[in-house]
Nanobody, 118 residues
Framework: QVQLVESGGGLVQAGGSLRLSCAAS????????MGWFRQAPGKEREFVTT???????NYADSVKGRFTISRDNAKNTVYLQMNSLTPEDTAVYYC????????????WGQGTQVTVSS
């Protein structure tokens, strides 16, 4: 089992930045593929970015060049640096984890709200 706790959300003006953190429990954190997803009001949850245990990264086109995912396996933490935020980035952001051989994310955090004002 992996427990995930997000933090760092809040209210920011358009053009601003936020850094989200996701702290994971468990001794095998480094084995997991970690991802960030988001869900805006009235919309489906969507993929934002993912990072493998050895550092392979993918981003959704909507955040490329603005968001950066990173992980610190020694601290069992994954980060999401979000720059040049727009109101369209307003959503609840979720951290998720899966083992490399699984296609679905098995573990999810409770989410953290990000609100970008215009």
């Amino acid at each position: 089992q992996v427990q995930l706790v997000e933090s760092g959300g809040g209210l920011v003006q358009a053009g601003g930045s936020l850094r989200l953190s996701c702290a994971a429990s468990g001794r095998t954190f480094s084995r997991y593929v970690m991802g960030w997803f988001r869900q805006a009001p009235g919309k489906e949850r969507e993929f934002v970015t993912t990072i493998s245990w050895y550092g392979i990264i993918n981003y959704a086109d909507s955040v490329k060049g603005r968001f950066t995912i990173s992980r610190d396996n020694a601290k069992n933490t994954v980060y999401l640096q979000m720059n040049s935020l727009t109101p369209e980035d307003t959503a609840v952001y979720y951290c998720a984890a899966r083992l490399p051989d699984r296609s679905q994310y098995e573990f999810w955090g409770q989410g953290t709200q990000v609100t970008v004002s215009s």
